[in-house]
Structure formats: structure tokens, C-alpha cells
């Protein structure tokens, strides 16, 4: 079993940054190695991908919408995934989710688990 909380979302004013964090705990982190990544909910839209990173950290996928402005990291010490957010934009308010699974390829179709959410809003 894998637990996930998110923390870090807030309210800024566009062109401003936030940074993410979402720590894991359970059983599973405990015994295997697994990718983790960030999804993204707005008000009547459904939940997008934003960024996932590899165990390693060697790779890291990014939507379009969020390339060069979003950085994913980790630290596995912590059983830790962070976002960083700059330059944000009006359309970045969402419900920010992170989830945990065993590929970076299936993270969407085959995670081990979900986070309740950090509500991230940004105004123009």
C-alpha cells in the first residue's frame, strides 16, 4: 500500500512560482523502486498530466503546457517528489494530485495510488 500527501499550493499572482512537495509512505516504498508524477484537475475539466520522474531521476516528461516553465525532482531518502512551478499563468489553476506507480509509462492507467490534492490558484 502506498499513502500520498501533497502540500505547497497556495494563491499567487501570475508570473509567480510555487513549489509542490508530495511524500510517500507505506509498505510499497519500503520494498520496490517506482516512478512518481503530477496531475492536474481545473473546475469542470478532467485531470491532465503534467510532469512524472523516473526512480533515478534520469528522465523526466513534461505536458507542453508546462515545459520549460515546471521542474519535477525527487528525493528518495525522503520518499519525496517536488514540482516547481514558475512563471505561472491564470490557466495553471487546478487541484494539483501526485501518484506513485511502477513505470513512468503507466503512471495514469497503473498507479499505486493518489493523493487528496493541494489546491494551487493563480490570478491574473
Known amino acids: 500500500q502506498v499513502q500520498l500527501v501533497e502540500s505547497g499550493g497556495g494563491l499567487v499572482q501570475a508570473g509567480g512560482s510555487l513549489r509542490l512537495s508530495c511524500t510517500a509512505s507505506?509498505?510499497?516504498?519500503?520494498?520496490?523502486?517506482?516512478?512518481m508524477g503530477w496531475f492536474r484537475q481545473a473546475p469542470g475539466k478532467e485531470r491532465a498530466f503534467v510532469a512524472a520522474?523516473?526512480?533515478?531521476?534520469?528522465?523526466?516528461n513534461y505536458a507542453d503546457s508546462v515545459k520549460d516553465r515546471f521542474t519535477i525532482s525527487r528525493d528518495n531518502a525522503k520518499n519525496t517528489v517536488y514540482l516547481q512551478m514558475n512563471s505561472l499563468k491564470p490557466e495553471d489553476t487546478a487541484v494539483y494530485y501526485c501518484?506513485?506507480?511502477?513505470?513512468?509509462?503507466?503512471?495514469?492507467?497503473?498507479?499505486?495510488?493518489w493523493g487528496q490534492g493541494t489546491q494551487v490558484t493563480v490570478s491574473s
Open positions: 501518484a506513485a506507480g511502477p513505470s513512468i509509462a503507466t503512471l495514469t492507467t497503473d498507479s499505486y495510488g
Open positions: 507505506g509498505r510499497t516504498v519500503t520494498v520496490s523502486r517506482y516512478a
Open positions: 520522474i523516473s526512480w533515478s531521476g534520469s528522465i523526466a
